[in-house]
C-alpha cells in the first residue's frame, strides 16, 4: 500500500480541476487592519486606505512587487478592477508577506465581492485556495482570472479571497507545495481584504477552503494562524483531496509518465531552502529541462518533462539524502492542531490523490488532537467530488459561521 500511494501522489500530485493546462516560524506580523485603519480616515482612492495604489486597467500590478518599501505581512499594496466574469466587483491586490527566510516579498491574488451593501459587522470571507496550475507566473489565477469556485459562497454573501501563492505571478519561484509559504498566502490575502475597508467590507469571520494542493495549503493555513495570523477569526476549514503522506514520496519520486510535478517540487523547494540542490535529485539531462516549469503551465511541464525512462531524469538515489526526508515531514499536513475544525472531503475513485491516504491523514490528526470530519463520496473522482460535496460543504461552513460545535470522527470513534 506504501509504494501504490507515494507513487499514485507523486505520480499526479494536486493538479486543479479548473487549471488552464490540465525556516524558521516568523514571528506574528501586526494586524494590517490596523496599521491601515486610520490611513482610511485620511483619505484615499475609491473608498480604499491612503497609500494603496488603485490601478487603471492597462497598468502593471505585478510591477509594483520588483521594488517593494517596508510593509506588514498582509498590508496591501495596490488593487486592480478585473473583469472575472462573476456577478461581483472583482479586484486583483498586491500584498506584503514573508518568505521563508523573512524577506518581505509581495504574493498577488484577487478579492471578490458580492453585489449590494454589506451588513453594519461586515461580511464573513472565504479564503479560496487553488489546486495545481503550474509555477510559472502565467499560471497564476491572479492572470488568468480563473475564480469559478467563489460562485457557490459570493451567493451566500461572503467575499471570496484568493491567493495565487508565494512566486506564482510575482518575482521568484513559487516553492510548490511548501506547507508553510502556501498557508502563509492563505491567511495574509484575509488580511489584505480586510485592511481595504469598507470598499471590500470583509468582516471578522474567516473560513478556508481548497482543493489539491490547495487542501494542503489550507490545512497548514490553519495550523500556523494562531502563529502567523492571530487576530483573525478562523471559524472553520475544508480541505479538498489535500496531498499528505509525503514521507512516502522519498523512495519513489519521480516515477511513472506523471513523473514531471516532480520538476515543480525540485524547483520549488531549491526556491525555498537554501540547502537544497536539484543536482543532487537530478541527472545532467533533468537539470537541463528544470527550466520548463518557467515557461508554461502544467500541460506545457509534462511536455517538456518527458523522457523514455525515469532514469533519464532522476538519479538512482533519488530524495534519500538528507535534508530531503526531513522536509518532506516538515510539509506533511496534519502534524500538528489548528485554529479551527476540520472537514476534509475526498472522491472514493480519487485517481489523483488516493483516497486511502485521507484516511491515514484524519488518523494522525486525531492523535494530535484535532476535530476533524471525512466525508468520502464513492462514486466522485477528483474533479467530481467537488459538486458531489459542495451542499455538505455549503452546510458545514453555515454551521461554523452560525457557532454550531463541528461534528469530530475522532470523538466519534473514542479519541482516535
Known sequence: MAVAVAVALVLTACRDDGASDDADQEPAAT?????????????????FPAGVAVLDADDDLY?????????????????QAVDAGLDATVWRVLHHSRSLDGE?????????????????????????????????????????????AATPLLARGMVVV??????????????????????????????????????????????????????????????????????????????????????????FIGDGPGGFFLAMVVAGWAEAYDELDPADVLTPTGLERLDAVDDGCVRHVAETWGAPTTEDLIRPEGAEAEPWPRLFVEN?????????????????????????????L??????????????????????????????DMLDWIDDRLAGQPAPDDCAAAGGG
Open 162 to 251: 484568493a491567493t495565487d501563492y508565494e512566486g506564482l505571478g510575482t518575482p521568484g519561484r513559487h516553492p510548490y507545495l511548501v506547507g508553510e509559504s502556501q498557508g502563509r498566502g492563505v491567511l495574509d490575502v484575509v488580511r489584505a481584504a480586510q485592511a481595504l475597508g469598507p470598499a471590500i467590507g470583509a468582516g471578522e469571520q474567516v473560513v478556508l477552503w481548497g482543493h489539491s494542493q490547495g487542501g494542503h495549503a489550507v490545512l497548514f493555513a490553519n495550523e500556523i494562524a494562531a502563529e502567523w495570523a492571530p487576530e483573525l477569526e478562523v471559524v472553520g476549514t475544508v480541505a479538498g483531496a489535500p496531498p499528505s503522506q509525503l514521507p512516502l514520496m522519498a523512495d
Open 332 to 360: 506533511d499536513p496534519g502534524r500538528r492542531a489548528g485554529t479551527s475544525p476540520v472537514l476534509v472531503i475526498h472522491g472514493g475513485q480519487d485517481e489523483i490523490v488516493p483516497v486511502v491516504t485521507s484516511g491515514l
Open 104 to 148: 518581505d516579498i509581495a504574493v498577488s491574488g484577487l478579492v471578490a465581492v458580492p453585489e449590494g451593501e454589506p451588513p453594519k459587522d461586515g461580511r464573513p470571507v472565504a479564503s479560496w485556495a487553488h489546486g495545481t496550475t503550474g509555477i510559472a507566473d502565467e499560471c497564476a489565477p491572479s492572470r488568468t482570472l480563473e475564480l469559478a
Open 63 to 79: 510591477a509594483l512587487a520588483e521594488d517593494l518599501g517596508p510593509g506588514e505581512p498582509g498590508q496591501p499594496i495596490a488593487v
Open 31 to 47: 494586524s494590517p487592519t490596523e496599521a491601515t485603519a486610520d490611513d482610511g480616515e485620511a483619505g484615499g482612492t475609491d473608498g
Open 362 to 391: 484524519v488518523d494522525g490528526m486525531c492523535r494530535v488532537g484535532q476535530p476533524v470530519q471525512r466525508l468520502v463520496y464513492d462514486d466522485a473522482d477528483h474533479t467530481s467530488v467537488v459538486p458531489s460535496s459542495l451542499g
